[in-house]
T-cell receptor, first 113, second 118 residues
């Protein structure tokens, strides 16, 4: 399978704490994206990071990319109950196809008030 | 509101029924996607249309038949489905740059259709 992995699969923290989620992939990439999904709904784009970028910020979100390790991480700082959601990375699935977009299995984040 | 709408939001059908899911994007994008999200598997890309041409069919069974009549509309025709096809079906669109790098484009998702096959 060309599907990457996210870890942890589930994460439960208290409001105000930081949450870190990791994504691994198996092929070379030009871009990698992170998405968020509230329970049973459509996904919302968070950040796109390019292969020549090591780190990118958006508000309380920080994404890092390590192409040598084929991994990316998403850090949410000062978490809020409203951050409770599933978080997914999106990357190429390999096989030489530009179209084989592959979502990771996701991390379910629960932020307790 | 993401600019991508899906109808119906919920659908219950028997295995012998024929139904269609509809997706419409109001963003002027050139690519549209169907994804399947089931409880037992992660999000799976089913079909990709770029400039109305199907560019990807991820080994999807023939009981799922996509149709893209124009760049704003995407349908998924369903017939003789199985109970294991019960899932959330998500539609998305994006504006893919001229180089064709799909992952260089943000995808905008609809709210999904929750399908139950009895």
């Amino acid at each position: 399978s060309q599907q990457g992995e996210e870890d942890p699969q589930a994460l439960s923290i208290q409001e105000g704490e930081n949450a870190t989620m990791n994504c691994s992939y198996k092929t070379s990439i030009n871009n990698l994206q992170w998405y968020r999904q509230n329970s049973g709904r459509g996904l919302v784009h968070l950040i796109l990071i390019r292969s020549n970028e090591r780190e990118k910020h958006s508000g309380r979100l920080r994404v890092t990319l390590d192409t040598s390790k084929k991994s990316s991480s998403l850090l949410i700082t000062a978490s809020r109950a409203a951050d409770t959601a599933s978080y997914f990375c999106l990357h190429p699935g390999g096989g030489g196809s530009n179209y084989k977009l592959t979502f990771g299995k996701g991390t379910l984040l629960t932020v307790n008030p | 509101e993401t600019g991508v709408t899906q109808t119906p939001r919920h659908l219950v059908m028997g295995m012998t029924n024929k139904k269609s899911l509809k997706c419409e994007q109001h963003l002027g994008h050139n690519a549209m996607y169907w994804y399947k999200q089931s409880a037992k598997k992660p999000l799976e890309l089913m079909f990709v249309y770029n400039f109305k041409e199907q560019t990807e069919n991820n080994s999807v069974p023939s009981r799922f038949s996509p149709e893209c009549p124009n760049s704003s509309h995407l349908f998924l025709h369903l017939h003789t489905l199985q109970p294991e096809d019960s899932a959330l079906y998500l539609c998305a669109s994006s504006q893919v740059p001229s180089g064709g790098e799909f992952l260089a484009a943000t995808q905008y998702f609809g709210p999904g259709t929750r399908l139950t096959v009895l």
